[in-house]
Structure formats: structure tokens, C-alpha cells
């Protein structure tokens, strides 16, 4: 299966999202940011950093794509299973993912949204939910990941959230519910999946 995860502004948890579904799902990953922090958390066989064009024989691998759509994304969009589009719910970063979406869907419409870092009482998820039915977007699916530590431990424990959640403990207690986010998004990406 191949996985993207992209969005056009960077910020939005593209590569802790990736980093998470890789250690998840025992995938590779293949990266279009030169100075990408995976450098430091991925060996050789595991991560590839490429500009230039992806082998197309390539699979079980998440692509973690920032910045626009170039000739080399398209063909790995296209050829996607299903496409991550994680964004912070405010004002800004809704605006460029709107823009994300219109790009992405004429290539592949296996689509899926994921607000992420959302607080229990966002009141501006509501406002995202109503904005994303006005813009024609509503019949894509949407997978909300809560704001928790666990995003940014993935980094320093080398773990899934689920793992780190499983040890027990403060996490135990800590990341059940960013653990049924993960959980959930799994789930969608099983069902959303389309075949190549």
C-alpha cells in the first residue's frame, strides 16, 4: 500500500502523522524536504529523501510531502492508495489546506482530512466542519487527532502512540484517546483505500 500524507504548509503534522502510520504499519519512508527531521529517526532503509522522480515500484511506503504538487508528487498522488491531508484548525491553515484539497482531488479522490491537535472544547472545530461543508468537501472522510504529547514523544521514544500508551503508567492514562484517534485514522485508511 502507499500512503501520502501532504500538505502545502508545513506545521500541520505531516511528519509526525507519517512517522506514526510507518512504525504502525512497518513501512518506509520516502520524503521531499531536504532538511527533514527524519534523518534523525529513520535509518537508510527505512527513509528516502528524494526532488527527483519516486521508483514507481515502490510499496508499503507513507510519502511525507510539503510544498506544492511538482511533476514527481502528481505521479505518486495519482498512483496513491489514499492521501493524508493534516491541518491545525485556524484561520491560515485552513485556507492553504481548502487550496491542498482542490489540487489534490483531481488527481486522486481517496482523500482523507485530518484536523489535528484538536483541544476537547474547539469551538473552531465546529466552524471547520461547517466551512468544509461549504466549500463541496463533506463527503470526504475526517479523522480528528487530538492535541497530546504522544505526537511529539514519537520522536523521542522511536514508538507508535499505541505502543507508548500500552506501557502503561502517565501514557497509559495520557494517550488513550490520541491512541483511538491513530486507531480510528488506521481504520479509515483500510476503508478508504482504493486499489492501484
Known sequence: MEISVMNFKGGQGKTSIALNLAYSFDYGIVANETYSVLKN??????LLITTEAIPAELDDVIYDFGGGITKHMAA??????????????????V?????????????NKNI?????????????????????KEFGFDHLPICPIRSSMALQNIFTEHKTIEQMQKEGGLNGFNYRKVTEDFNNLVKLINTTKGDK
Open 41 to 46: 529517526h529513520l535509518d537508510s532503509n527505512h
Open 76 to 93: 505518486v498522488l495519482k498512483r496513491s492508495n489514499v492521501i493524508i491531508i493534516p491541518f491545525i484548525v485556524e484561520q491560515a491553515n
Open 95 to 107: 485556507e492553504v489546506t481548502i487550496e491542498a484539497i482542490n489540487s489534490v482531488l483531481p488527481l
Open 112 to 132: 482523507i482530512l485530518v484536523p489535528n491537535k484538536i483541544k476537547e472544547s474547539d469551538k473552531d472545530y465546529q466552524v471547520l466542519l461547517d466551512t468544509i
